[in-house]
């Protein structure tokens, strides 16, 4: 991953200079979920997780991700085996089971990620706005309504 810093800072006779400085950082082994930004109840939906092993060393992983009632992931649990210096894809399948606010931990052992997840109704309001001419100006009437789309 390359980074770019900025750096501005002011010397003693009063200019201003800049610098831009590059480095690379890598972590040795980390996941990298590819989650939707939420769920409508009912979605089932399949998604991937990237497992980087940037290590001279080939790795043996073992992997557990815990949801609560929100949501349902499959497989919860599985075995990876990484080669050195590669990536691998994991497909995994999701279902929204009821509407709310979740947690989902992916524990990898040597990288642990919790991500905040929503699951939403599947009912569509709308805010409906009348504007109602009064003898001061207008007033704003709003209300929100079930869609009948």
């Known amino acids: 991953m390359e980074n770019n ?3 501005i800072y ?3 006779w009063k200019k201003i200079n800049k610098t831009t400085t590059t480095y690379k950082s890598n972590l040795d082994f980390y996941v990298r979920p590819l989650l939707p930004n939420f769920a409508v109840i009912g979605d089932k939906a399949n998604f991937y997780l990237v497992i980087y092993n940037n290590t001279d060393e080939t790795r043996n992983i073992k992997y557990k991700i815990d949801t609560d009632e929100t949501i349902s992931i499959t ?3 599985g075995e990876l085996t990484l080669l050195p210096n590669s990536q691998t894809t994991l497909r995994l399948n999701l279902e929204a089971l009821k509407i709310g606010e979740s947690t989902i931990t992916f524990d990898f052992g040597h990288d ?3 991500l905040p997840f ?3 109704s599947d009912e ?3 805010d409906v706005i009348k504007l109602v001419d009064t003898t001061n100006g ?3 009437k709003k209300r929100r309504v079930l869609s009948t789309i």
């Open 118 to 120: 929503s699951v939403k």
């Open 138 to 140: 207008y007033t704003i």
């Open 5 to 7: 810093f900025l750096w």
């Open 124 to 126: 569509i309001w709308e």
């Open 75 to 77: 497989p919860k649990n």
């Open 112 to 114: 642990i990620v919790k």
């Open 10 to 12: 002011k010397r003693r």
